[in-house]
Every structure is written in structure tokens, then in C-alpha cells.
T-cell receptor, first 113, second 114 residues
Framework: AAGVIQSPRHLIKEKRETATLKCYPI?????VYWYQQGPGQDPQFLIS???????DKGSIPDRFSAQQFSDYHSELNMSSLELGDSALYFC????????????FGPGTRLTVT | DQQVKQNSPSLSVQEGRISILNCDYT??????FLWYKKYPAEGPTFLIS?????DKNEDGRFTVFLNKSAKHLSLHIVPSQPGDSAVYFC?????????????FGKGTHLIIQP
């Protein structure tokens, strides 16, 4: 079965640079979620989109923005990167009209130097 | 303030025995609970879930029990197998509040001993 696809899998950036992470949800899923997991931490919810509209917002810094496109893929844009942004970034998708279960991608490991 | 707590960072169980992973929560608005399994360098994999209107849900070797009055849930794995060695996350959702994001615990590292 098709899973959530994330790209790139690894990304190294310097402080103050920008980064763009991409997520391709499971086909026919209508909701995309972004999470950040710091070292030794639990995943923290950042933002979600339902049918291409922002649905909910968690602890997403103002330096970050995201959107969902007409083909349902989503991008997380991160600007003015800081050392503390180094983390695993997960995208998840769900078919929320059917269930609350979220299916996660393999993650993008962002390292800011 | 950690709203979902997994108080055991690690748990070691012998192969073939029962593994019991525990989770406590503080937010009484949570009404849907999920367990995820995570291997290193992979994303969390959904295992099993339970709605607050139930007290038990079973799927093969995995059973989740929910005690609403105690705000406690547990995941039972019977029998435990070597491939079950992973980090297990408990997660919760407040589906009535319009919130989408799951709130996770910090995870329990389950080690299955041969």
C-alpha cells in the first residue's frame, strides 16, 4: 500500500538559511499534518491542512509557514533557521472523515549548523 | 506540562511473554487514543487505537485497555516477539475541540530479550 512520502530525507543548512520540506500524503487522504521531533523528545504538532485549507495550528514558530497544494502535497517552509530547529520533521496524513488515525512518513532530518 | 505521560522510559521483556506498556493522561477532553511503534530512522507506525466510549480494543497480538476514570491506558502485546523491539508512543486527541494534532507521550523503549 502507498505510504506518506517525504523529501528530502536529510537536509543540512546553515544558520539564517531557509529550508523547504515536502510531503506527499497517502492517495485520497484529505488531511495533512506536520510534526517536529527534537532529540529525545516526543513529536510536537506544528500545523495541519484539511482539503487545502489550514485546519489547526500548534506550536509552529512564526518563521515557519506551510501550505497544501491542489494535488494535496504539502510544503513546510522554514526561514531564518536557528540551531534549535535541528530536528526530525514528520508529515502525516489521514482520511479524517473516516477515522482519526494518522499515518506518518519516514521524516526529514534537518541539521542546522 | 506533559498531558500524556509514559513513565517508563524503557521496558525489557522475555520473548514469548506479555509486554504491558502504560500511559496516563491529564486532559479530560481527550477522547481518542492511539499507539504508535517507532523504529530508528523511520516514522511512527500506527498500531491500534481506542475511542473513549470503549474500554478495550483488540487486534491480533495487540490489545489496548482504557480506564477513563483513572485516565490510564495500557497496551498489551501477547506473545512478545523480537520484532516488537522498538519505541512505543502513546498519543491522544481532543476530537471535540476542533484540534487536529495528536499529543504524544515521550515513548517507552521496549526491548524483547531472546
Amino acid at each position: 500500500a502507498a505510504g506518506v512520502i517525504q523529501s528530502p530525507r536529510h537536509l543540512i543548512k546553515e544558520k539564517r538559511e531557509t529550508a523547504t520540506l515536502k510531503c506527499y500524503p497517502i492517495p485520497r487522504h484529505d488531511t495533512v499534518y506536520w510534526y517536529q521531533q527534537g532529540p529525545g523528545q516526543d513529536p510536537q504538532f506544528l500545523i495541519s491542512f484539511y482539503e487545502k485549507m489550514q485546519s489547526d495550528k500548534g506550536s509552529i514558530p512564526d518563521r515557519f509557514s506551510a501550505q497544501q497544494f491542489s494535488d494535496y502535497h504539502s510544503e513546510l517552509n522554514m526561514s531564518s533557521l536557528e540551531l534549535g530547529d535541528s530536528a526530525l520533521y514528520f508529515c502525516a496524513s489521514s482520511f479524517r472523515t473516516v477515522s482519526y488515525e494518522q499515518y506518518f512518513g519516514p521524516g526529514t532530518r534537518l541539521t542546522v549548523t | 506540562d506533559q498531558q500524556v505521560k509514559q513513565n517508563s522510559p524503557s521496558l525489557s521483556v522475555q520473548e514469548g511473554r506479555i509486554s504491558i506498556l502504560n500511559c496516563d493522561y491529564t486532559n479530560s477532553m481527550f477522547d481518542y487514543f492511539l499507539w504508535y511503534k517507532k523504529y530508528p530512522a523511520e516514522g511512527p507506525t500506527f498500531l491500534i487505537s481506542i475511542s473513549s466510549i470503549k474500554d478495550k480494543n483488540e487486534d491480533g497480538r495487540f490489545t489496548v485497555f482504557l480506564n477513563k476514570s483513572a485516565k490510564h491506558l495500557s497496551l498489551h502485546i501477547v506473545p512478545s516477539q523480537p520484532g516488537d523491539s522498538a519505541v512505543y508512543f502513546c498519543a491522544a486527541r481532543d476530537s471535540g475541540g476542533g484540534a487536529d494534532g495528536l499529543t504524544f507521550g515521550k515513548g517507552t523503549h521496549l526491548i524483547i530479550q531472546p
